[in-house]
């Protein structure tokens, strides 16, 4: 069995942000390997373990997302490769859709992409859904537990979160899946897991090599600018008499 | 200007996004078409026209019974192919989300999600979307031509008022999948019953770790009950496992926008302010005067939230006669 996970690096959700008069981002920190991606890492080292499956670790960007990919490494997973191209800046969900999809085909004998719940950057998970359309494979979003995956009959089970509740699906392999943060507790490198990931070689893969134009990835939607939110007038009124507080909130009009 | 919903019906009603998404609709084009699909769907079409759609395309089949992705993405797809739609829009919840994708890759077309601000600049959408955990916005614009798709947040646009004299033509469409070529099967289904969904809450009465157990949670959920809103929590709660994950708000959480968010026992880390900051009214409730979510609260009390939130919910009683 062979499984691919695909992660990026994300500012830390700790880290101060600030919007410049020309509308980009500042961010105060370095990047993070994604919080909802250490799941899917974790997950795809779990299936390694049990089926004895390869794991392929991918990342879309520039060398920042390194770290991501290094971090795969250090804690299991057998190969990593960044796709990029200059033709990918300003990508949007479709263009990295296209390219992921590609790279996964590239593999060739990949069973189960595996993806964090969301991409806090782009605040979006449409990519994952988008990936599994260009594969032609089923997509099972928001899974809070793999329950059975059965490689040689080719049929994955999950419990997957959505608004209406809990459903438990099965579904054909080649799948797709997003994770949720409670599928798993995050396993974090060993000093001897990173020093091998220091070494270990990090292909690029180009447009070229996943038989991509430029033309096909070109953005079908764009960040024109950031913005900061707008500021929230005046500043707590403490109220100490419980009477008062149901009061003001009777005047807003909000209950 | 056509512009196509996607009606999302749970028990044979949409859900109040859905009706948001119309007034939007609305507001973008000159002919709104609602797309219901399902099983016993003759509800929803009624509620679709009442809100604010000139035509419906419903889709009544047993493989549509409940949203899956592969046969509704083919049915959404075909039917933007045949009818050629300038926008396509609808709820970002996890089946909105799922679909719009999926739609607008078979399409080619430009998609922007979970947008809180949507308007067209010439006969392209832009809109103003909260990224980073809510730190910052986000304004961005579909480029390409075709068909464009959005998905909407909850609570971000005003629902229209229901007209129940509206009608309009209803056209039939078949579902673009057999069933046996549908890989997905729902073997089964945990309800997340009749409680309030946390994203369509227009009330929200949350704790945290300051709540101290599970049975800490009872004066919440009793003062919710008062107000007829739902029970949110602090991530520290749940992963002390005090309460289930479906009512964690926050970065890893849900991202909730109601009217009231009230706030009792939790700190206000910058991980729960992601998911709440958009409360139009926040109350928080801390013995620590120095919180931080007191810097966010348009009131605050400063105290031990046992003692303040029955006293809290008796005022609540007697002035709304419950
Ligand atoms: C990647 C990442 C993602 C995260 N995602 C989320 C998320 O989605 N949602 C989330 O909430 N957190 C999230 N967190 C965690 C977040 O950083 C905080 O740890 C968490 O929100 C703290 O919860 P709390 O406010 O309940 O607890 P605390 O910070 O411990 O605050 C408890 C508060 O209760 C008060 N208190 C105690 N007793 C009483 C009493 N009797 N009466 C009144 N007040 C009392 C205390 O003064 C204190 O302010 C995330 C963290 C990380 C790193
Ligand atoms: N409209 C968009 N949708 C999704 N991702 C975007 C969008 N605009 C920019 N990005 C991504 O956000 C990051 C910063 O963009 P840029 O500054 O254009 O390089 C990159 O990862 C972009 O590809």
Not at chain 1, 23 to 48: C, F, M, Q, R, S
Not at chain 1, 149 to 162: C, E, F, S, Y
Not at chain 1, 236 to 243: F, K, L
Not at chain 2, 183 to 210: M, N, P, W
């Amino acid at each position: 069995m062979h499984v691919a996970v695909i992660t990026n690096c994300t500012p830390d959700t700790a880290a101060d942000v600030a919007v410049d008069a020309g509308g980009n981002l500042k961010v105060d920190d370095k990047l993070v390997v994604n919080p909802w991606d250490e799941y899917a890492i974790t997950e795809a080292i779990l299936l390694k373990e049990a089926h004895n499956a390869q794991v392929s670790i991918l990342t879309l960007g520039g060398p920042e997302h390194e770290e991501a990919l290094k971090h795969g490494l250090a804690i299991g997973c057998d190969q990593a490769i960044r796709i990029w191209d200059d033709a990918l800046q300003g990508w949007d969900s479709l263009a990295f859709a296209k390219a992921v999809a590609a790279a996964i085909g590239k593999l060739g004998d990949v069973d189960l992409v595996l993806f964090g719940k969301e991409l806090p950057d782009i605040a979006s998970d449409a990519h994952i859904f988008q990936t599994a359309r260009k594969l032609g494979w089923t997509p099972l979003g928001f899974v809070a537990k793999i329950e059975a995956l059965d490689p040689a009959a080719g049929t994955i089970r999950v419990k997957r979160q959505v608004e209406s509740g809990t459903e438990t699906v099965t579904s054909r392999l080649p799948a797709v899946i997003s994770v949720l943060k409670d599928i798993n507790e995050p396993k974090y490198p060993t000093f001897i897991g990173i020093r091998k990931a220091a070494k270990a070689s990090m292909p690029v893969w180009s447009l070229a090599d996943l038989g991509l134009d430029a033309a096909a990835v070109a953005p079908k939607a764009k960040r024109l600018a950031y913005q900061d939110l707008p500021k929230r007038e005046g500043a707590v009124e403490m109220i100490d008499d419980p009477a008062l507080l149901v009061d003001k909130l009777l005047e807003e009009k909000v209950i | 200007m056509s512009v196509f919903v996607w009606i999302e019906v749970h028990d044979g009603q949409p859900i109040p996004a859905s009706f948001e998404a119309l007034g939007l609709a609305r507001q973008l084009g000159d002919r709104v078409t609602g797309l219901v699909f399902g099983q016993g769907i003759d509800d929803a079409v009624k509620a679709a026209f009442a809100h604010g759609a000139d035509a419906v395309i419903k889709a009544d089949d047993a493989s549509l019974a409940r949203y899956r992705f592969e046969p509704y993405v083919a049915l959404l797809a075909g039917l933007v192919q045949e009818h050629n739609p300038a926008i396509v829009l609808a709820a970002a919840t996890t089946s909105g989300r799922e679909l719009l994708a999926g739609a607008a890759a078979d399409v080619e077309g430009g998609l922007l999600t979970d947008v809180t601000e949507l308007s067209l600049d010439g006969d392209k959408l832009k809109a103003v979307r909260p990224v980073l955990g809510g730190k910052v916005l986000s304004v961005e614009t579909v480029t390409a031509g075709g068909p464009q798709f959005a998905t909407l947040r909850s609570r971000a646009f005003p629902q229209p008022e229901p007209d129940a004299s509206r009608s309009g033509d209803v056209i039939d469409a078949a579902p673009a999948l057999a069933e046996d070529a549908i890989a997905a099967k729902v073997e089964s289904i945990e309800s997340a019953g009749g409680q309030i969904s946390l994203t369509d809450a227009t009330i929200i009465v949350a704790g945290g770790r300051g709540v101290g157990g599970p049975e800490g949670f009872a004066p919440i959920k009793e003062l919710a009950e008062t107000l007829g809103g739902a029970v949110g929590a602090s991530r520290a709660a749940v992963d002390a496992g005090w309460i289930p994950y479906e009512h964690q708000v926050g970065q890893t959480g849900k991202v909730v926008s109601p009217d009231l968010y009230i706030a009792a026992g939790i700190s206000g880390a910058i991980q729960h302010q992601a998911g709440m900051r958009t409360a139009k009214v926040i109350v928080a409730i801390n013995k620590d005067a120095d919180a931080p979510i007191f810097k966010l609260a348009r009131y605050g009390m400063a105290g031990d939230l046992f003692d303040i939130l029955p006293r809290l919910n008796e005022e609540f009683r007697k002035k709304l006669n419950k």
